[in-house]
């Protein structure tokens, strides 16, 4: 679950994480509110009104602007509450900004020279340890930086059953190139990033840029935090932060129906149960020409009222072309499979496109039987190979 970047500071800050301070507004008038109390809260002069939304790169879209007196504040609010913001990390579409975050400005001038930095918590998948990424190069453009120029991002594994030890923090500190007063903050930083990662079940935390301000301070400029969903029942303070405007509709009713749906951009809808042989039926649909138009996992209960779920979940994709339910009866019979999907289908009334079913396992037999003699217009299979094969012919036609 992702969460707003207002929201992920507020976790920074409950773990000692130096933050950049701000209020949220949903409206022009609140977002002058906000600035009058940030102001008394921190003696801020400028403001920055930033969107608030599920995506990188908002400033390279127009939705992080800095405003220098209070009508600038109203005005920059305006203008961005409301817009379609398209960054480099929305789709084309964009999404809709429905708050910004008021903030102090951190960048004052002052005897030393403001840093950007670049720091990240994540698990290494692949060691099963998890990982601070890290360099000098901070800002909106740390895509480039690790395309370009791979070696400025540095790495440091740590051992999730000991935690992080504190000459990794100093290594980390001294690495980005820090020293007196920042670097002992940069130390504290660190330390207290790792452990509300930890704390929280984090799946990523990323923090770009992390600034060095003009008197040595180091402080979370941003926050882009994504939370293991498997592990919200432990955190329902966090689940409360969910804003479901930021996802998919389609995803949204899905979940609320107990099924496992994600989007793609493909023709061919898929209804199948089980992740593995979700994954491997998106690859045969590829192998046959066509392109997945979603990964939907329908679990062990494929009765006729979670199947005419799923196919109404699957026809409100426009670019469906065609849907491939693809079964294996283990612990569901494949004949009661069957009965589920010809009952969905009466419900539902003719399907927009052709259906292939393939069914095997349990009672495979009886199944294809129970479709074949059922009147409707199914394609129906037995072997993978058969279904991706007439995957292809409906395409084609």
Do not use: W
């Given at each position: 679950m992702n969460i707003h970047e207002y929201q992920g500071k507020s976790i920074l800050k409950k773990f000692g994480v130096a933050i950049q301070e701000g209020i949220v507004a949903e409206t022009p008038e609140q977002a002058v509110e906000a600035a009058k109390e940030l102001q008394k809260q921190t003696g801020t002069g400028w403001w920055v009104v930033k969107a608030q939304?599920?995506?990188?790169?908002?400033?390279?879209?127009?939705?992080?602007?800095?405003?220098?007196?209070?009508?600038?504040?109203?005005?920059?609010?305006?203008?961005?509450?409301?817009?379609?913001?398209?960054?480099?990390?929305?789709?084309?579409?964009?999404?809709?900004?429905?708050?910004?975050?008021?903030?102090?400005d951190v960048y004052?001038?002052?005897?030393?020279?403001?840093?950007?930095?670049?720091?990240?918590?994540?698990?290494?998948?692949?060691?099963?340890?998890?990982?601070?990424m890290y360099s000098t190069e901070g800002g909106m453009d740390i895509e480039e930086v690790a395309h370009s120029t791979p070696e400025l991002?540095?790495?440091?594994?740590?051992?999730?059953?000991?935690?992080?030890?504190?000459f990794q923090a100093r290594k980390i500190a001294f690495n980005l190139g820090v020293s007196g007063d920042a670097f002992k903050n940069m130390v504290k930083f660190v330390t207290a990033l790792y452990?509300?990662?930890?704390?929280?079940?984090?799946?990523?935390?990323e923090i770009n840029p992390v600034l060095k301000t003009s008197d040595n301070k180091i402080i979370a400029v941003d926050a882009k935090v994504n939370i293991d969903d498997n592990a919200l029942y432990r955190h329902e303070d966090i689940l409360a932060m969910r804003d479901i405007r930021e996802e998919d509709p389609t995803e949204v009713e899905a979940a609320e129906a107990s099924l496992n749906y994600v989007k793609l951009d493909g023709n061919?809808?898929?209804?199948?149960?089980?992740?593995?042989?979700?994954?491997?039926?998106?690859?045969?649909?590829?192998?046959?020409?066509?392109?997945?138009?979603?990964?939907?996992?329908?679990g062990g209960t494929a009765n006729a009222e979670r199947v005419e779920k799923a196919f109404r979940i699957i026809l409100k994709d426009e670019n469906v072309k065609a849907i491939l339910v693809n079964i294996f009866g283990g612990i569901v019979r494949c004949d009661r499979v069957a009965q589920g999907i010809v009952d969905a289908y009466k419900n539902i009334g003719d399907l927009p496109v052709p259906l292939i079913v393939r069914l095997q396992g349990t009672n495979a037999d009886a199944a294809k039987k129970l479709i074949d003699e059922s009147g409707l217009k199914v394609h129906s299979a037995i072997l993978l190979q058969e279904a991706a094969d007439k995957v292809k012919q409906v395409l084609a036609n």
């Open positions: 939304i599920h995506a990188g790169g908002r400033g390279k879209g127009g939705g992080v602007k800095l405003a220098k007196n209070l009508d600038e504040v109203k005005q920059k609010a305006t203008d961005i509450i409301g817009m379609q913001l398209i960054t480099p990390q929305t789709s084309a579409e964009g999404k809709k900004v429905h708050s910004v975050l008021i903030a102090q004052y001038p002052g005897e030393n020279k403001t840093e950007e930095f670049y720091i990240s918590v994540l698990l290494n998948r692949a060691s099963g340890k998890n990982i601070i991002i540095l790495k440091e594994e740590v051992d999730p059953k000991v935690g992080l030890m504190p452990k509300a990662y930890d704390s929280i079940d984090a799946s990523q935390f061919v809808g898929c209804m199948v149960n089980g992740a593995g042989l979700a994954m491997a039926t998106m690859d045969i649909i590829k192998l046959s020409g066509g392109e997945p138009a979603n990964f939907l996992d329908v």
